[in-house]
């Protein structure tokens, strides 16, 4: 799954493998993040990592249009991982 995961990252955004393999290691992050607080913010059955969950929250009206929810989840997970300096050169 992360080769495949790696692939579309690569292929899609251009990156060089070092770039795609940083993109990954967000995404787990974010992943490790979210399930930590899932049953505190969100209920048990909603999978964030979803399509339908993303393009949801890409379409909420009361969003700012302009900002990414990726962008979003990963704020919140390098605050949670602050203390701990994982993330501190993986600044977008």
Same mark, same amino acid.
């Given at each position: 799954? @992360?080769?495949?995961?790696?692939?579309?990252?690569?292929?899609?955004?251009?990156?060089?493998?070092?770039?795609?393999?940083?993109?990954?290691?967000?995404?787990?992050?974010?992943?490790?993040?979210?399930?930590?607080?899932? @049953?505190?913010?969100?209920?048990?059955?909603?999978?964030?990592?979803? @399509?339908?969950?993303?393009?949801?929250?890409?379409?909420?009206?009361?969003?700012?249009?302009?900002?990414?929810?990726?962008?979003?989840?990963?704020?919140?997970?390098?605050?949670?991982?602050?203390?701990?300096?994982? @993330?501190?050169?993986?600044?977008?």
């Amino acid at each position: 799954m @992360l080769n495949k995961c790696h692939d579309i990252i690569r292929n899609a955004e251009k990156h060089d493998t070092a770039k795609t393999f940083d993109e990954i290691a967000k995404v787990l992050f974010m992943k490790v993040h979210i399930e930590r607080n899932a @049953l505190k913010q969100i209920s048990p059955t909603t999978n964030i990592f979803s @399509l339908k969950y993303i393009e949801d929250k890409e379409n909420d009206p009361g969003r700012n249009f302009n900002e990414s929810v990726f962008k979003d989840m990963f704020d919140q997970t390098k605050k949670e991982f602050s203390r701990d300096k994982i @993330l501190w050169k993986m600044k977008k």
